[in-house]
């Protein structure tokens, strides 16, 4: 009895220090040194991202951003309702830097009055075709790409970068693209 109980309290022990370590692995959030926001404007669609409340059932999601006069960004995602015939959801909000002045990948996004959050575009191709777009914890990411499908080398490419920045790969929600 004595010693199934160690044997118990040790693997109760074990798998509590596994927990800790995997909550306390370091998420790397940081962003692309550079960002033109003239490039990054237009349509992106959503190839991947983890399954979040507010695109529940969406497929066919595409994000379009575009430059306005005074600076900040015009966002309207479009999504369908759990196929591609699904009925249409559209939301328009709003986004810009977080500094002013930073020329950087950080930026934040509102569809909500004045309620913002973080939109870190943490990896982008030369090229602006794909994107790893993350937040300030490891509740979100997309992998966003200019194109409706990606090709195996640059989706497994970016799945890399992703896992090196502590993010859960397994956790994506492969999205249905036209």
Wanted: hydrophobic fraction near 35%; charge should be negative; glycine fraction near 6%.
């Amino acid at each position: 009895m004595k010693k199934l109980l160690s044997i118990i309290t040790t693997a109760i022990m074990g798998t509590c220090l596994l927990c800790s370590c995997e909550k306390n692995k370091q998420l790397n959030t940081s962003v692309v040194p550079s960002l033109d926001v003239e490039r990054y404007m237009g349509t992106w669609y959503e190839i991947g991202r983890y399954d979040i409340s507010f695109e529940k059932g969406l497929v066919g999601v595409t994000a379009n951003y575009k430059l306005l006069d005074n600076g900040t960004i015009q966002v309207i995602n479009t999504g369908y309702k759990d196929s591609l015939d699904g009925k249409i959801d559209i939301i328009e909000g709003k986004a810009k830097r977080r500094d002013k002045d930073a020329t950087d990948g950080a930026l934040k996004v509102s569809f909500f009055l004045d309620f913002y959050a973080q939109y870190n575009v943490m990896e982008l191709a030369d090229d602006y075709s794909w994107s790893l777009v993350g937040s300030k914890n490891d509740k979100y990411l997309w992998i966003l790409s200019r194109t409706p499908s990606l090709d195996t080398n640059t989706l497994e490419h970016i799945l890399n970068l992703a896992a090196n920045r502590g993010y859960d790969t397994s956790k994506i929600l492969w999205v249905e693209q036209n």
